[in-house]
């Protein structure tokens, strides 16, 4: 782990260098959800997962169509059953950004029957 400072004080960042098992081990430590018999890190204290998915016009990448954002901070999960798929996801912020000017943009090579930009979450 790297040290960094955030408003004075020192923070840690992790590395972006594990890969495979190490990854999926990782994201369960930061979770809280280590399985039962498996040896746990020191936790990082409250990390929030900030994730960000941009979409471009399949014929003109320059054109943004979608930007979708989803948050969550770990502090809101403390305690959930980690099966519980409905109760981790009530506990994220999201949200969804058409930008007006390209909202009649739609990529054809996705199947409309199965997605649709305005039936994000």
Avoid at 45 to 59: M, Q, S, W, Y
Avoid at 69 to 91: E, S, T, Y
Wanted: a negative charge.
């Amino acid at each position: 782990m790297n040290q960094s400072v955030e408003h004075g004080k020192p923070i840690k960042v992790m590395p972006y260098t594990t890969s495979g098992r190490q990854e999926i081990t990782l994201l369960q430590n930061l979770l809280g959800i280590t399985p039962a018999g498996t040896a746990q890190t020191a936790p990082i204290a409250a990390p929030v997962f900030i994730c960000i998915d941009c979409e471009a016009f399949e014929h003109d990448h320059s054109k943004v169509t979608e930007v979708g954002v989803a948050v969550l901070d770990c502090r809101d999960v403390i305690g959930l059953d980690p099966h519980d798929q409905q109760q981790w996801f009530n506990k994220m912020k999201h949200a969804h950004f058409r930008p007006v000017e390209y909202a009649k943009l739609l990529n054809s090579e996705s199947d409309p029957r199965r997605w649709h930009p305005g039936g994000f979450c």
